[in-house]
């Protein structure tokens, strides 16, 4: 047996023992890693700390998180020079660094590199050092300038520079024949010339929420298939959109466009199309060219008609007309056989044409932010409705045919003028969301206890007394309210 005495000093021993080997250990993990390819890793806990990953997860979960230096790296991050040339992927997310580290620019076998949200002003030419990195990341920085020394890594594949300060992009990016995606949205952009055209690998550019007020289309290569341009300034497009013959998705949306070039129409392959919000008046014909289009996002333009062709467009299932100050719905709408979701809010409608019923496979339709003051009867007649936004209009009641919409699952009644619910509503075995804030409700039916799949209802802003809602919550135990 231990004297009680001496027994304090031995468990002192014991630990100053313990923590010595396992500093040793931390330090053997670091420094004599295996020689293979390794990621590193610092990431933020909660106390602002850092912790390192060399892939000994369990182990480094034991561990007292490493402090952070003003020099914006740790102890254990000096000492990796001397295996630097092992680290493959390497992630400095929000560290609060305002000067790129560099010991990165030893790590030449680096092919990921993420420096997001950080306090970045500027890339150093060294970067160049980096032959092998494929993938770079900047989003959530201060860099006001593009950095031009990324165009002499050959071997990229990835840019990626949103919200950033960013005001000119005037680049060639021709040497970069591995290029497959370049993001650059959210920053002031006014200024493009942007120099693409020999990048046969690039498929994705993404230059939204900008200033840019004309892109030349002709500068990217026919390899792209996504571009999005929303939310800039742009008035104008050139004809030459035509050789993106490859392109499937492109967002054009919130800009100040006038009119589409014939060449527009020649673009087969596209998927989905947004021209929503901008100055269009007129839609040719030659839409039915896009036999491949399954979304069309035309909302908020000056459209007074549909083009009649739009009946011709097998795969489009998805149309958005909302926003259009149209009073009476196109009846080319009712001719697209598969469409399954149909957004016309925020019109003037007061009701719906009778061919409505004939769109039986819809599954999804907002008629939110118009003049109803009943539901139309033919929406009663869509078997396959799943959910159905009629917020925002001026509904006093809802009609007993509601127990025809046997497969909805999401019902949004919220802002209207509705008084009570039908006992029908029992029918809608299906239904998990019913939102009906904002309206006149005092009481309601003991019908609603046969929505067994109920999860969220909401009754906030009506007239409900607190006998009404302790009698709902016992009708349905597995329910969220919002009171």
Same mark, same amino acid.
């Given at each position: 047996?231990?004297?009680?005495?001496?027994?304090?000093?031995?468990?002192?021993?014991?630990?100053?023992?313990?923590?010595?080997?396992?500093?040793?250990?931390?330090?053997?993990?670091?420094?004599?890693?295996?020689?293979?390819?390794?990621?590193?890793?610092?990431?933020?806990?909660?106390?602002?700390?850092?912790?390192?990953?060399?892939?000994?997860?369990?182990?480094?979960?034991?561990?007292?998180?490493?402090?952070?230096?003003?020099?914006?790296?740790?102890?254990?991050?000096?000492?990796?020079?001397?295996?630097?040339?092992?680290?493959?992927?390497?992630?400095?997310?929000?560290?609060?660094?305002?000067?790129?580290?560099?010991?990165?620019?030893?790590?030449?076998?680096?092919?990921?590199?993420?420096?997001?949200?950080? #306090?970045?002003?500027?890339?150093?030419?060294?970067?160049?050092?980096?032959?092998?990195?494929?993938?770079? #990341?900047?989003?959530?920085?201060?860099?006001?300038?593009?950095?031009?020394?990324?165009?002499?890594?050959?071997?990229?594949?990835?840019?990626?520079?949103?919200?950033?300060?960013?005001?000119?992009?005037?680049?060639?990016?021709?040497?970069?024949?591995?290029?497959?995606?370049?993001?650059?949205?959210?920053?002031?952009?006014?200024?493009?010339?942007?120099?693409?055209?020999?990048?046969?690998?690039?498929?994705?550019?993404?230059?939204?929420?900008?200033?840019?007020?004309?892109?030349?289309?002709?500068?990217?290569?026919?390899?792209?298939?996504?571009?999005?341009?929303?939310?800039?300034?742009?008035?104008?497009?050139?004809?030459?959109?035509?050789?993106?013959?490859?392109?499937?998705?492109?967002?054009?949306?919130?800009?100040?466009?006038?009119?589409?070039?014939?060449?527009?129409?020649?673009?087969?392959?596209?998927?989905?199309?947004?021209?929503?919000?901008?100055?269009?008046?007129?839609?040719?014909?030659?839409?039915?060219?896009?036999?491949?289009?399954?979304?069309?996002?035309?909302?908020?333009?000056?459209?007074?008609?549909?083009?009649?062709?739009?009946?011709?467009?097998?795969?489009?299932?998805?149309?958005?007309?909302?926003?259009?100050?149209?009073?009476?719905?196109?009846?080319?709408?009712?001719?697209?056989?598969?469409?399954?979701?149909?957004?016309?809010?925020?019109?003037?409608?007061?009701?719906?044409?009778?061919?409505?019923?004939?769109?039986?496979?819809?599954?999804?339709?907002?008629?939110?932010?118009?003049?109803?003051?009943?539901?139309?009867?033919?929406?009663? #007649?869509?078997?396959?409705?799943?959910?159905?936004?009629?917020?925002?209009?001026?509904?006093?009641?809802?009609?007993?045919?509601?127990?025809?919409?046997?497969?909805?699952?999401?019902?949004?009644?919220?802002?209207?003028?509705?008084?009570?619910?039908?006992?029908?509503?029992?029918?809608?075995?299906?239904?998990?969301?019913?939102?009906?804030?904002?309206?006149?409700?005092?009481?309601?039916?003991?019908?609603?206890?046969?929505?067994?799949?109920?999860?969220?209802?909401?009754?906030?802003?009506?007239?409900?007394?607190?006998?009404?809602?302790?009698?709902?919550?016992?009708?349905?135990?597995?329910?969220?309210?919002?009171?």
């Amino acid at each position: 047996m231990l004297n009680n005495k001496r027994y304090p000093i031995c468990i002192k021993t014991i630990i100053i023992i313990s923590l010595f080997v396992l500093s040793i250990f931390a330090n053997c993990l670091v420094l004599n890693a295996n020689e293979s390819n390794f990621d590193f890793t610092i990431s933020y806990n909660l106390q602002n700390n850092i912790v390192l990953d060399l892939s000994y997860n369990d182990f480094c979960q034991r561990q007292k998180p490493i402090p952070i230096n003003r020099a914006a790296y740790s102890i254990h991050y000096k000492k990796l020079t001397k295996r630097s040339r092992l680290i493959a992927n390497l992630s400095l997310v929000g560290q609060n660094i305002s000067v790129v580290p560099q010991n990165i620019f030893n790590m030449i076998n680096l092919r990921k590199l993420d420096l997001s949200d950080n #306090k970045i002003r500027e890339i150093p030419q060294e970067i160049v050092n980096l032959k092998n990195l494929r993938e770079i #990341k900047l989003n959530n920085n201060q860099l006001e300038v593009f950095p031009m020394a990324l165009l002499d890594l050959p071997n990229l594949e990835v840019i990626e520079l949103s919200n950033n300060k960013i005001s000119a992009l005037d680049a060639n990016f021709s040497k970069l024949k591995n290029l497959k995606k370049i993001i650059i949205s959210k920053n002031k952009i006014s200024y493009i010339n942007f120099l693409a055209s020999n990048c046969q690998s690039l498929k994705q550019i993404d230059f939204s929420h900008n200033k840019i007020r004309d892109f030349e289309f002709a500068n990217c290569p026919t390899s792209i298939e996504n571009i999005d341009l929303t939310k800039n300034r742009i008035s104008r497009i050139s004809d030459a959109i035509k050789k993106l013959k490859g392109i499937k998705y492109l967002n054009l949306s919130d800009n100040y466009v006038k009119k589409l070039p014939k060449g527009f129409y020649k673009l087969i392959k596209l998927k989905e199309l947004d021209i929503s919000s901008n100055d269009i008046s007129d839609l040719s014909n030659n839409i039915s060219h896009f036999s491949s289009l399954r979304s069309l996002n035309i909302g908020a333009n000056r459209l007074n008609v549909l083009p009649a062709a739009i009946k011709k467009m097998p795969a489009l299932t998805v149309l958005k007309i909302s926003h259009s100050k149209t009073r009476i719905l196109p009846k080319q709408v009712f001719q697209i056989e598969n469409l399954r979701t149909l957004d016309i809010s925020g019109n003037h409608l007061v009701n719906l044409p009778k061919d409505f019923s004939k769109l039986k496979k819809l599954s999804e339709l907002d008629i939110s932010y118009n003049n109803f003051k009943k539901l139309p009867k033919d929406i009663f #007649k869509l078997k396959n409705l799943k959910h159905l936004n009629c917020s925002y209009n001026f509904l006093t009641e809802i009609a007993k045919d509601i127990k025809h919409l046997k497969s909805i699952q999401t019902l949004n009644l919220s802002n209207n003028n509705i008084l009570e619910l039908p006992e029908t509503i029992s029918f809608l075995t299906n239904c998990k969301i019913i939102l009906l804030a904002s309206n006149k409700i005092n009481y309601l039916p003991s019908a609603l206890k046969q929505l067994y799949s109920l999860r969220v209802l909401d009754l906030r802003k009506n007239l409900l007394s607190n006998v009404e809602k302790q009698k709902v919550k016992k009708f349905l135990t597995k329910t969220r309210f919002i009171f």
